[in-house]
């Protein structure tokens, strides 16, 4: 069963099973979301932008979950000590709980540091057969 939890700003978390991926984890926007609690094995990430970015390499670093994000993100998250996945637009990746597959967004993205964050991106996850859209900021 997929269960859908929307934390805050632009922050889900998606369970199947036991496991569960968080989309741009800007957690601190919910003080009643409690990370530390969730089995979460996997985070995406859309873009650079701290309000993007989030709590995502703590977290990641805490749970030992692996962050999945464009090339130049992902770079900067190991850079920090995250266990990191840098991918480019359009293939489907596999995990525990599903598969997702990053797609084009129109948006800027610039590290914490100011350097060029990589594309933006939207994420369409697949899980248990059900679709779930992620846009990102996009112009739409």
């Known amino acids: ?19 569960a991926v968080l989309i741009d984890p800007l957690v601190s926007i919910n003080k009643k979301y409690k990370w530390k609690n969730e089995p979460i ?7 650079a932008h701290g309000d993007h970015l989030g709590e995502a390499i703590e977290i990641a670093k805490a749970k030992d979950a692996e962050i999945t994000a464009i090339v130049e993100l992902a770079g900067y998250c190991a850079e920090q000590g995250a266990k990191a996945k840098g991918v480019n637009l359009g293939s489907w990746l596999q995990y525990s709980w599903g598969k997702a597959i990053f797609l084009p967004a129109y948006h800027s993205s610039s590290l914490p540091d100011g350097r060029y964050g990589g594309c933006a991106a939207s994420i369409l996850l697949d899980v248990d057969g059900v679709r779930i859209f992620h846009a990102g900021d996009t112009c739409l």
């Open 41 to 47: 094995t996997d985070i995406l990430l859309t873009h």
């Open 1 to 19: 069963m997929v269960d859908l939890k929307y934390i805050g700003h632009s922050a889900f978390e998606i369970k199947n099973g036991d496991s």
